[in-house]
């Protein structure tokens, strides 16, 4: 048996320097000249201390959890060593912990340095009410509060995963509730091609709030799905994070502006961003800017909790997020796509989710055998992973055959047919891991991980082209 895993060193370093960085963003609102955007700043402090905290918690809360019970071994390693299980809710703590400590620098008087009466303020502030924000940014972290009961749930009881889908549905109803308290638009802009159809514009109505249900249905167990290795739950919404900080930057006010060259990607026109006071790609547009500054208020100190985490998980990993990372992380995205009114973009940041997803379908709906776990199979003689595989007891139909044939044709999975009739008797998980494993070949957990990874920036890039190129082709106007 191979020797325990020791905890990873935590530099003192990088303690003693970060701190003075984060309690200067934090105070730097309250001193003269305030800032443009004061509360920004503040709540970068924050996502500071929030990398800190789980840097730090997660090695010195882990015995607790073991003694707890709350543990769990790495299925594809030589060591059968206890690891914490469940660390997500420490993570979950963290942040909806340092996101009700901003409340009072996002709404207060004094740290927004409202200006006198009649005077247009850019910002969180500037676009509606203080009662209206205040109400969509509480209603965000009840959602944030249920989904991490929920997910920790979760791990307790291990609930199956027919009954675990519909569970984010609960956690969404706080955000819709609200949305349509406060009169959400449920319009849609119709694409050019469809518009002699149904024209410019189709009110969806009660359909609109069932796709909001979904969508927070889908990130929080999109991600869930795509698990199993070390280190894959936290880099997906790590990369997902950061991305969607990127598209809010596009639309905060800069000093400076500059030109992206979209003709390249087919557009007609180039995109202008910055100026003086131009709020970026919101065009002077106080609302926009107030829907992309909620959304980093909320993605910003996610980023930096599963920063903190994934020093701890990453290969070979001294920690287990559990469901509940995935179902606080998944609402999160929930819940800045919804009350930021960009789903459509946020949805974009998920391709290889969604194609993980679709891939999955025959397996979750039944059509093929579907194991408890779908992790890759590890070979201990050479510490590589390997296609795993699912097993039919008896002939598959001729619909999970011809399924299975397409998807085979397409290299999406490798298929074991019976020497004498010819039938499937095997066929490998259908998962984006396992498609990986048999389009590249066996490779170790970290290099699958890597993969992964590279898999999930390739798509953010390609959600950024779609969204700001190939957009024009099927929108008019400025689809900002």
Request: hydrophobic share 50%; charged share 10%.
């Amino acid at each position: 048996m191979a020797p325990a895993l020791d905890p990873r060193p935590l530099p003192s370093v990088l303690l003693l320097s970060l701190v003075p960085v984060a309690f200067w963003f934090i105070v730097r609102p309250l001193l003269d000249p305030p800032p443009p955007l004061p509360a920004l700043l503040t709540s970068v402090g924050f996502s500071i201390f929030a990398f800190l905290a789980a840097l730090y918690l997660i090695p010195a809360l882990g015995p607790s959890f073991v003694k707890a019970n709350l543990k769990g071994r790495d299925l594809l390693k030589v060591y059968s060593d206890p690891i914490p299980e469940s660390q997500g809710l420490v993570c979950a703590a963290i942040y909806i912990l340092l996101l009700i400590l901003f409340i009072p620098f996002s709404f207060s008087n004094t740290i927004a340095n409202l200006p006198t009466k009649g005077t247009p303020l850019e910002g969180l502030l500037g676009a509606v009410s203080l009662h209206h924000e205040l109400s969509v940014y509480l209603s965000s972290l009840m959602s944030l509060l249920i989904a991490t009961l929920l997910g920790f749930l979760d791990d307790v009881f291990d609930i199956r995963w027919r009954h675990k889908l519909p569970i984010p549905l609960i956690a969404a109803i706080p955000l819709l509730m609200v949305y349509y308290a406060e009169g959400g638009n449920t319009h849609v802009v119709v694409p050019i091609p469809l518009r002699p159809l149904f024209g410019v514009l189709v009110n969806l109505g009660p359909l609109y709030y069932l796709y909001m249900a979904l969508l927070s249905t889908f990130t929080t167990n999109s991600i869930n799905i795509l698990a199993g290795i070390n280190g894959s739950e936290v880099s997906q919404a790590l990369i997902i994070g950061i991305s969607v900080i990127l598209n809010d930057l596009l639309y905060l006010p800069w000093p400076v502006d500059f030109r992206i060259p979209l003709h390249l990607l087919g557009s007609q026109a180039e995109v202008e961003v910055g100026g003086p006071w131009h709020a970026g790609m919101a065009y002077g547009s106080s609302q926009l800017v107030s829907r992309h500054l909620f959304s980093l208020y909320f993605m910003l100190p996610l980023v930096g909790v599963c920063l903190g985490f994934m020093y701890h998980n990453w290969y070979p990993a001294r920690a287990f997020p559990g469901d509940t990372l995935c179902y606080v992380t998944g609402m999160a995205f929930s819940v800045v796509g919804i009350q930021g009114h960009f789903s459509k973009t946020l949805l974009l940041f998920f391709i290889p989710q969604i194609f993980n997803f679709i891939l999955s379908c025959p397996q979750i709906f039944g059509l093929v055998p579907c194991p408890r776990h779908r992790v890759p199979r590890f070979d201990p003689d050479t510490n590589l992973l390997h296609p795993s595989t699912a097993q039919f007891s008896q002939p598959p139909s001729r619909l999970t055959t011809l399924i299975l044939r397409a998807f085979a044709s397409l290299r999406l999975t490798r298929l074991k047919f019976h020497p004498s009739s010819g039938t499937i008797i095997e066929a490998t998980n259908l998962t984006i891991l396992n498609f990986l494993l048999v389009n590249l070949g066996p490779m170790n957990e970290k290099r699958l991980v890597q993969t992964l990874m590279v898999v999930q920036v390739s798509g953010s890039v390609l959600a950024f082209a779609v969204r700001y190129g190939l957009a024009g082709l099927l929108y008019d106007g400025d689809r900002h």
